[in-house]
Antibody, heavy 114, light 112 residues
């Protein structure tokens, strides 16, 4: 069955880089878009960006200058990297499948604090 | 950016009653392919969002037929026919027409 699971650090210091991995099973990354969405107390659900089945990416301009999405199809993994973290980046980060977000991971809570 | 505005519910709602959740977009979500790029999600307490409806009115796989979506290009409704305890949570609409994709602020459903 389709499964997605995010893994990442629970705590990141301000100005540092966040790295989250989404490991999927039950489908191929070469057949589906993979999305990243975060949920913060300040802004609710925010779309961050996606990587297409062909490997190209699209980003929310809100994050574009500091966000990178990539993947390793051989490992069934999608990666989110965001630099220059601020306290406002504290929240839950989700990966989701497909253009219409049909499956979501459990999310990973990230706290940005010194 | 397209702004998504959701209405509130008169919580708590009696079990078995039908409710309609509204969502309005600042721009028509009807695309030239004839599809309206509006999705609905439910986030139960402590869980991730789950897809209920896509393309405004198409139920996602495994979703109860108590859930139905309708609307025009800018005004949308999610109807729940006969609310049950498992329907408790926050409902979100989301537009998939333009980047950046945007979500509404959510509508909370509580059941009496």
């Amino acid at each position: 069955q389709v499964q997605l699971k995010e893994t990442g650090p629970g705590l990141v210091q301000p100005t540092q880089t966040l790295s989250i991995t989404c490991t999927v099973s039950g489908f191929s990354l070469t057949s589906y878009y993979m999305q990243w969405v975060r949920q913060t107390p300040g802004k609710g659900l925010e779309w961050m960006g996606f990587i297409r089945s062909g490997g190209s990416t699209e980003y929310n301009s809100e994050f574009k200058s500091r966000l990178s999405i990539s993947r390793d199809t051989s490992k069934n993994q999608v990666f989110l990297k965001m630099n220059s973290l601020k306290t406002e980046d504290t929240g839950v980060y989700y990966c989701a499948r497909a253009y219409w977000f049909d499956y979501w991971g459990q999310g990973v809570m990230v706290t940005v604090s010194s | 950016d397209i702004v998504m505005t959701q209405g509130a519910l008169p919580n708590p709602v009696p079990s078995g009653e039908s409710v309609s959740i509204t969502c309005r977009s600042s721009k028509s979500l009807l695309y030239s392919d004839g599809k309206t790029y509006l999705n609905w999600y439910l986030q139960r307490p402590g869980q991730s969002p789950q897809l209920l409806i896509y393309w405004m009115s198409t139920r996602a796989s495994g979703v109860s037929d108590r859930f139905s979506g309708s609307g025009s290009g800018t005004d949308f409704t999610l109807k729940i026919s006969g609310v049950e305890a498992e329907d408790v949570g926050v409902y979100y609409c989301q537009q998939g027409l333009e980047f950046p994709f945007t979500f509404g602020s959510g509508t909370k459903l509580e059941i009496k």
